[in-house]
């Protein structure tokens, strides 16, 4: 019948919208805490929906929490796409993805804090910027940019120095997030092969602003 349609639309909608609030809650709590003891009830509360929904999208906390890391690195390796686009040089969008985490801490810090967190596992995952940095990286080595010959050896270095640029921005905050991020940024092109001037300059060039 053709006013069955509408309902099942409506349902549909309420059902996503229940499983993302969720998500939502689940992406609070780890950026807060990086606890995920946090019991199902506390977590529907924090969602706003029933005790009794929860099972109803998830088999468990740690899908969901899953679920929560994967969104939350999706969502960045979009906003890399959004603020990188018409970048062509690898070395620059290496250089700029690390200037511009540091100013998304600032911007966005629920999303870095749960990278900063829960990043470790994911250095090699198939979304967020794992593939992101492994196509720069092959582009880079094709094009001669780089010198370095295992993209995934060199991606485990730039995660890895990621992490520890999120982590010493929040503990540090008094420091200059932008110079920290440009001379963390020269280090690794340098090491990625670039002759020391050129990625003195690469880690500085214009930078896009950030919402």
Known sequence: MPTSAPPRNRF???????????????RQILAETGDTSASIQVIAERADVGFGSFYNHFESKTELFDTAVSDALEELGQAFDQHLRGIDDPA?????GFRLSARLADSRPEMMQILRRRGLGHLHSGSGLAPRAVRD???GIASGRFTITDPTAAVTVLGGSLLALLELRFARPDLDGD????NLAELLLRMLGLPPGDAHDVARSPLPDVD
């Open 12 to 26: 549909e909608r309420r059902r996503a919208e229940t499983r993302q609030a969720l998500v939502r809650a689940a």
């Open 92 to 96: 620059e969008l290496v250089a700029a």
């Open 137 to 139: 990286l092959e582009v």
């Open 179 to 182: 110079e920290t991020a440009s």
